[in-house]
């Protein structure tokens, strides 16, 4: 088991349990408390609700690391504010000089506005309890990865770096357009099926506009697990999947399945698709919530041609070629289906919170896995994509660990990549990291970008 403990994987249980479980309204977050005894910790509550934690070490070396955390289901308290992925990484950082700090933010879901406002409070009141650092780095994995690469776009000033980890790095409005890709495909394919068991609900599913999460999520899920039944419709699951694109490479702990080996790698596959069926036909739903609307589109979109630049687009003619379907035929539907167009005013909220121009004024280091089956390899590209184009890439570095799972970094390589970053503000180059530390990978490209270097590009 590799030692990691984020936030994000409540959602393994979520996702596990998502059509039979209530959803109340999320209790308090309970303050948060300070376990290392050889530290200055203060904590407390802000107020909007969010609580905070900073520790400082007694021989500080005059560097805060700012951590974001991870999404935490909308209907579920946020824990209290923690300042590190985990705790055995933040002891050896504070034993090492580091002074850390983090907030649980003011709610939990999708908080990324409060998230950008929560954090830079934070900065405020370390400043005034603890004085100017010499310099501070935002940090955070996943949701936290996003907001990190958000505060150095908003605050350049107030930071000398940034190490998102597996951070959403497309964006807000290429991650939900994204997540339609999917949706559709799975929605308008499987009702096509010859089978009622898959059709029916299917049908039924809701992609905007989601008016009961915890239905929509169970006919999904209905839908998806009826399909896998058959060649057809795992044939059909394998073209929605390549049209985000899933990875097929999922369990950790296991061999990346051969290139040839085409029931292993859509098995894999397969399961990371049930993993993404609660975001994308429940949580969804939150997101609407608070942009005021649906924030996605698909207008315009030519899902051969997403097909064709897919990194899984083999598996999907293999499979085909093992049915009476075409794939032909089945992209057709795709492209008469009856699309889904945006509420611009809840795809400005979406913009604003957040996405990137790339003009990137601090060095930023991002690392992911090669196989994440939530937040996609893909979104590095994007990412670099944005800063190339506004002329920053040499403030840019992207480290990848080539293993399958969302975050699942090791402590070891959380802090190699760290020291990437400080032998970077250090010396003004980036360093080589060691050999074997990390993998020589270049992500597939991500089908759907949204970025801001390029505003009229997309828009």
């Known amino acids: 088991m590799l030692p990691v403990r984020l936030r994000v994987r409540l959602v393994g249980v979520v996702v596990a349990a998502i059509a039979v479980t209530g959803a109340g309204a999320p209790a308090l977050a309970a303050p948060p408390t300070c376990t290392n005894p050889s530290v200055a910790c203060v904590t407390g509550v802000a107020g909007d609700g969010s609580t905070f934690k900073a520790e400082v070490p007694h021989e500080w070396n005059g560097t805060l690391l700012l951590y ?8 579920l308290p946020n824990p209290p504010a923690d300042d590190a992925a985990n705790r055995a990484v933040a002891d050896r950082l504070l034993g090492e000089g580091f002074a850390l700090a983090g907030s649980s933010y003011a709610s939990s879901g999708w ?3 409060d998230a950008l406002r929560d954090q830079i409070d934070l900065l405020d009141r370390f400043r005034r309890r603890f004085g100017k650092p010499r310099r501070t780095i935002a940090w955070g994995t996943s949701m936290g990865g996003m907001v990190t690469a958000g505060l150095v776009q908003r605050h350049p000033r107030r930071f000398d770096g940034a190490l998102p980890m597996c951070g959403i790095l497309g964006g807000a409005v290429a991650l939900w357009n994204q997540n339609l890709d999917l949706q559709y495909a799975l929605k308008t394919l499987l009702s096509a099926s010859p089978d009622p068991a898959v059709s029916v609900p299917a049908s039924q599913l809701q992609l905007v506009h989601i008016t009961d999460w915890q239905a929509n999520v169970a006919l999904a899920n209905a839908a998806v697990t009826a399909a896998a039944a058959t060649r057809e419709g795992r044939a059909r699951l394998a073209l929605a999947a390549a049209l985000f694109p899933l990875p097929d490479w999922y369990d950790v702990g296991t061999e990346r399945p051969a290139p040839e080996d085409h029931e292993a790698r859509l098995q894999q596959q ?5 993993f993404q069926l609660a975001f994308i036909f429940g949580f969804r739903s939150e997101v609407e919530q608070r942009a005021g609307g649906n924030p996605s589109w698909n207008v315009g979109v030519d899902y051969g041609r997403l ?6 687009r083999d598996l999907v003619f293999a499979l085909y070629r093992e049915t ?3 794939v032909r035929r089945d992209l057709r539907l795709l492209a008469r289906g009856a699309r889904v167009r945006a509420d611009l005013s809840a795809t400005g909220y979406l913009i604003r919170n957040v996405v990137y121009d790339g003009r990137i004024r601090v060095p930023v280091l991002t690392v992911h896995t090669t196989a994440d089956g ?5 979104h590095e590209g994007a990412y670099r994509d944005a800063v190339r184009r506004a002329g920053r890439a040499g403030l840019l570095k992207q480290l990848y660990v080539d293993r399958p799972g969302h975050c699942t970094f090791t402590d070891d390589e959380t802090l190699a990549a760290l020291d990437v970053l400080l032998d970077r503000l250090d010396s003004g180059h980036w360093p080589r990291p060691a050999a074997g530390e990390f993998a020589d990978y270049d992500p597939p490209p991500f089908l759907r970008p949204f970025d801001l270097a390029w505003p009229f ?3």
């Open 111 to 113: 908080a990324v506005e």
């Open 324 to 326: 009476d379907l075409d």
């Open 307 to 312: 097909l064709g630049r897919s990194a899984s």
């Open 374 to 378: 939530l937040v996609v390899s893909p």
């Open 68 to 75: 974001s955390h991870g999404y935490v289901p909308f209907f």
């Open 457 to 459: 590009r997309r828009w």
């Open 270 to 274: 397969l399961k990371a698709l049930q």
